[in-house]
């Protein structure tokens, strides 16, 4: 596999739990739609276990992986936010340091310029 390392067009991975699987495909379909994520992969099954308001909580969630560049993660939480039930949704963004020339590219061709 050739990877391929870029500065230019900075890449993202970002982490976003839903409370269930319609609203984490509501969320994802209106990212891919804006062009703010060029991909977004839905893990069903996810089990929570967290502090909220000084009890520990767990629940059933779904996580959302969001392909997207950098330069979009604002925009992109944005709309997260604004789509979101929770009073704080979970909006991780981690670097993509390294991928394929191909899947690279793709994602360029899949968002906003």
């Given amino acids: ?51 909220w308001r000084g009890y520990v909580e767990e629940g059933e969630e779904v996580l959302l992986l969001v392909k997207t560049r950098l330069d979009l993660v604002e925009e992109l939480a944005k709309k997260v936010r604004s789509l979101h039930s929770y009073e704080v949704p979970e909006i991780i963004a981690l670097p993509i340091v390294s991928g394929s020339k191909s899947y690279l590219d793709w994602l360029d061709e899949s968002l906003a310029t």
């Fill in 1 to 51: 596999m050739v990877l391929a390392l870029r500065v230019k067009g900075s890449y993202a991975a970002l982490l976003i739990t839903c409370p269930s699987r319609e609203e984490g495909e509501r969320i994802a379909r209106a990212l891919v739609g804006a062009k703010l994520a060029a991909c977004v992969n839905m893990v069903p099954g996810v089990k929570s276990i967290y502090w």
